[in-house]
Structures are given as C-alpha cells and as structure tokens.
C-alpha cells in the first residue's frame, strides 16, 4: 500500500495515532505514537528514536554502550507494509519500523535490519527462507495482589476450550482483521494456558507476525480484564511456554524445499542434515538470543517438554531440533524443522537471524548431526547420551552469554555494536536477577512478554 493509501485508510477507520513500532534488544515491543495529522510526513521521513534506547533492559535500566548514550539519533521508518489498524483498542494503528542512521543507512544495531542481512546471505547461498512462530502463553487474572491462571482445565480438553472461548474468539478474529492467518489455536499443557500457530511466511515477515501477535494476544485480554503471559515460565509450578520456531529452506534454482528428500531415511535431506548439524553445534550459544532471559531456565528442564540436550530427532518433543512428519498429499509443502529451544522472551528478528547463521554454517561446512535420538535423552543412561554426543544444555543465562561471547561465527554475524550491546543488556539482566529472589524474577517477567 502506498503512503496516501495508508493515510486515507487510516482517516477512514477513524484512527488517531499509529504506533511506530520496534522490538528491543530485551524482546520487548516498543513504539512511539504518532498523529494523524502528522502521519503523511512520517511515513516518509520516520520518527527520532534516540540511540540510547537499544541500550535499556527489560527492567528499563539504561546500561553505558559506546555509541548508545543519550546523545544522536536513529530514525524508526516504517515498513508501510506491516501497516494495520489494532481491532482491540479505539482510533489506533500500528506499523512496524527498521532503524535508520540519518543518511537512510540500516543502524548496525537494528535486529530486523541484521534479519534482512542474514536473509540476503541465505538468498546468496541459493535459499529462500519460510518460518512461522508457535506461541505458547498463559491468559491469567491479577487476585488477591498475585496472577493465577484464568482456569485450570487439563491440556486438550473440550471444557479447556469453552472456558477462554470468548476471548479466544476475540484474539483470533483481531488477528485475521490484521491479515494473520491463524492455522491452529489449542489449549496447552498448563492451566489457563494456549498456544496459537499462524501461517508460514517469508523470514521478515514471520517475525514481524510475532510483534503483531504478541500485542494482540496481550491487548485484547487487556480489553477482557485478563492478563496474557508469553514468559518461559510464569508459573513456578505449572509447565513453561516456549516460542517455537518452524523454518524450511527453498532452492531458488527449482523451487524445491532443500530439506526433503523422498528417498532419504525420514524424508531428511543432506541439506537438512547439514542444517541441523550446524544449529546444534551453535547451540550452546544461540540459546542467548533463542531463550534469552533469566526466566527461561526455568523452562528448560529435563523432561519437560521444553527441551534440555542438544539433540535432534524425528518428532522427537523433547529433542532440541524436531524433524516434523508431513501431511499426507502435502508432503513437500509442509515437510520443515522446528526448534523448540527458543521462548518468547527473544527478540524474533534476532533469534530467526541467528538461527539461520547456524544452519548456513552447517550448510557451509557440510556437517553431519549424527543419528537421530529415539527418545527421551533424559531417560538414556550417561554413558549413551556420551556416545551419542547429547550434551545437557548450558544450565544458567551466565554461561550461555560466555559461550555467545567466544562464538565468533554469532559474533561476526552480528556486528560490533548489536553483538556488544546485546551482551551488554543481557548481563545486566543475570545480575539483576541474581541478585533477587525467585519471586521478583517470575513477576518481573510475567507481563513483559
């Protein structure tokens, strides 16, 4: 849509103000509202940001970061494709922007704009990119000064549907008005909890749908007295929520999914072999910018459905890297890997882009995962999981960013000033949460993601 067509719809659906939005280095949606009245110039020249903004933690503590002190300025320009009017709350729009220097150069610290370099990398290699978000959150209720679940029906259950149906009703159809096509919508394992897939699309976009899906899920509770939680563990006694993440690689030459090969053992390409070498060879470092936080390792336990080795295997829930089973008549077409290490406290943009660096790089180096895991690797004995080369992940937010620090192929990937400045936040984040009891973790993250 152009700039008048945006204008023009934004005046015809009543709307005031637009939210010039981004997703920070904490994953946490941010915006700057602009008016009507001022929107036709906006659209073109963007809005000032100041730099120092990338430089806060989720707990809005501004962190010292060469070249993101409070002086100069970015420019949040719009992508007036992701514009949308928000069906929950009155005469508001929301758009969703890169980070610009002054000269209209991409900022070497916007996440969705390393995002497009990584998918321009994956294009040079002979790739397009698919990937979809699963959400998992928990709908909860503030009583008595504490969130509790708003119900506590069993996972899958019919009366697990009936209970949130009119919210449910009310999140889903915002999310069609916005052009999100919802594939699937159940409710998951913990009380009160759901899980909600949307349709494949190309990389930006995909994590772009995550931005839009998170604030509609939380908005429209918020319309309903609810409250919605994306945090990997909201609860310290009911199961985790993770963001899975489900991605396939197409041949630009033949327009055939790189990942699926009929005549392989379990359909498994040697392309998608070599891809999920190199994202578990990584991993022990991409988990800091997959499952970010300090309340994320309450989610990845053993047993857990959340994964807790890294591992591969097919349709294996507890493995790190699932190979998925196709839909019959749909073989090709639905065939993908998903990563269940990953949770909603990430910034999508960054964790979508590492991942694929992690998968070129197996690509690249022609790795080989070895044979699949057959089962749960927290039931294997030691000395299996040893010859198998399952290793049990980094078990605190410290040692992972360490492990990112010394991965150069992350590190160079990211830049100088993302990488440094991630770093940077996310340490803040351990030793704030360190210094504090469990309680003032879990709250701190409950309605932040």
């Excluded at 941010?30 to 989720?58: D, Y």
């Excluded at 509790?148 to 009310?170: A, E, F, K, N, Q």
């Excluded at 985790?240 to 327009?255: A, E, F, K, N, Q």
Aim: a negative charge.
């Amino acid at each position: 849509m152009s700039e008048a067509g945006i204008v023009a719809q934004a005046q015809r659906e009543g709307v005031l103000l637009v939210r010039f939005l981004y997703s920070d280095l904490s994953g946490i949606t941010r915006a700057k509202t602009v008016h009507i009245s001022q929107l036709a110039r906006k659209l073109r020249e963007g809005t000032g940001l100041t730099r120092a903004m990338m430089a806060m933690n989720l707990l809005d503590q501004l962190q010292h970061v060469e070249g993101m002190e409070p002086v100069g300025e970015i420019r949040l320009l719009p992508d007036l494709g992701t514009f949308s009017t928000l069906p929950w709350t009155p005469s508001s729009a929301s758009v969703i922007c890169d980070m610009l220097e002054r000269d209209r150069r991409p900022w070497a610290a916007c996440p969705r704009s390393f995002l497009k370099r990584v998918v321009g990398r994956t294009a040079d290699a002979g790739f397009r990119v698919e990937a979809g978000f699963e959400h998992e959150f928990y709908l909860a209720r503030e009583q008595d000064g504490r969130y509790v679940p708003l119900d506590d029906s069993l996972c899958y259950t019919s009366i697990g549907l009936d209970l949130p149906r009119d919210v449910m009703h009310d999140i889903v159809t915002a999310l069609g008005e916005q052009g999100i096509v919802v594939e699937q919508a159940i409710n998951e394992y913990g009380p009160g909890q759901q899980e909600i897939s949307v349709r494949h699309a190309p990389a930006v976009t995909a994590a772009d749908h995550a931005i839009k899906m998170r604030d509609t899920v939380r908005g429209v509770a918020l319309q309903r007295g609810l409250l919605a939680s994306f945090a990997p563990r909201p609860f310290a006694d009911a199961i985790g929520s993770g963001c899975h993440l489900h991605l396939s690689l197409w041949d630009t030459r033949d327009g055939t999914n790189a990942f699926y090969d009929p005549g392989a053992p379990g359909e498994l390409s040697a392309t998608g072999r070599s891809f999920i070498a190199g994202v578990l060879e990584h991993l022990p470092s991409l988990l800091a910018l997959t499952c970010p936080s300090a309340n994320s390792y309450r989610r990845l336990q053993p047993s857990a459905w959340s994964s807790a080795y890294v591992a591969w295997g097919f349709d294996n829930r507890e493995a790190a890297v699932r190979v998925a089973s196709p839909f019959w008549g749909r073989e090709e077409e639905t065939f993908n890997l998903e990563v269940k290490a990953a949770d909603a406290s990430a910034n999508p943009y960054l964790a979508l882009g590492a991942l694929l660096v992690c998968g070129l790089d197996g690509i690249e180096r022609g790795l080989d995962p070895g044979p699949a895991c057959e089962h749960d690797p927290n039931r294997l004995a030691e000395e299996e999981r040893e010859r198998a080369g399952i290793r049990r992940f980094p078990t605190t937010m410290t040692e992972t960013l360490d492990n990112l620090e010394r991965d150069r192929v992350l590190m160079d990937a990211l830049g100088e000033l993302l990488a440094g400045a991630y770093l940077t936040v996310r340490q803040s984040e351990t030793r704030e949460f360190a210094a504090h009891d469990a309680e003032y973790e879990i709250r701190s993250h409950f309605y932040r993601f």
